[in-house]
T-cell receptor, first 114, second 112 residues
């Protein structure tokens, strides 16, 4: 089925460990995004990309890095995990800036940092 | 940062009742979207409104964009247990930063 696929779905990290979250979309969308969702705070934008080879910072970028080497993939890296990064992470993609057709979201990665 | 405030934060009603959820901001948005999210899943787009005063209907759901494009409402008629979920409004600003800003959501529970 067409859409956005995130891996892994669950992960537990120890403080200081690193990991990479993978997002893949098969809709040929130019724009891709990483959000985190915390209780009572909605979704906050971490980083985004408007095309292959380009990335930009969102609202809460500290402690994260991203790469968009291929149009269909957007990777989110945690260099040294902290308990404050415990959250549910969502990847999304859009046709253009999403103003008219909205975003398509993956099903999320639940990350716990202990 | 453009802020979107949703109210109420939580809503629990009986099947068959009507309800309205509000999304307000001091900023103007070029478009506003409503998403519904179920546990363990990502948000799913319900509707996009782009014109001030626009009203869109999706079965028992009615969405309205304020005349000044700063606020929106979602009205559900005769709610059903299947309507249970987290409803999120999200807006794209009129400025150069074209990212989607989300409200904190309204958790709706419809009891049978």
């Amino acid at each position: 089925n067409a859409g956005v696929t995130q891996t892994p779905k669950f992960r537990v990290l120890k403080t200081g460990q690193s990991m990479t979250l993978l997002c893949a979309q098969d809709m040929n969308h130019e724009y891709m995004y990483w959000y985190r969702q915390d209780p009572g705070m909605g979704l906050r934008l971490i980083h985004y990309s408007v095309g292959e080879g380009t990335t930009a910072k969102g609202e809460v970028p500290d402690g994260y890095n991203v790469s968009r080497l291929k149009k269909q993939n957007f990777l989110l890296g945690l260099e040294s995990a902290a308990p404050s990064q415990t959250s549910v992470y969502f990847c999304a993609s859009s046709y253009g800036d999403g103003r008219l057709y909205g975003y398509t979201f993956g099903s999320g990665t639940r990350l716990t940092v202990v | 940062t453009q802020l979107l405030e949703q109210s109420p934060q939580f809503l629990s009603i009986q099947e068959g009742e009507n309800l309205t959820v509000y999304c307000n901001s001091s900023s103007v948005f070029s478009s506003l979207q409503w998403y519904r999210q179920e546990p363990g899943e990502g948000p799913v787009l319900l509707v996009t409104v782009v014109t001030g005063g626009e009203v869109k209907k999706l079965k028992r759901l009615t969405f309205q964009f304020g005349d000044a494009r700063k606020d929106s409402s979602l009205h559900i008629t005769a709610a059903q247990p299947g309507d249970t979920g987290l409803y999120l409004c999200a807006g794209i600003s009129s400025g150069s930063a074209r990212q989607l800003t989300f409200g904190s959501g309204t958790q709706l529970t419809v009891l049978p």
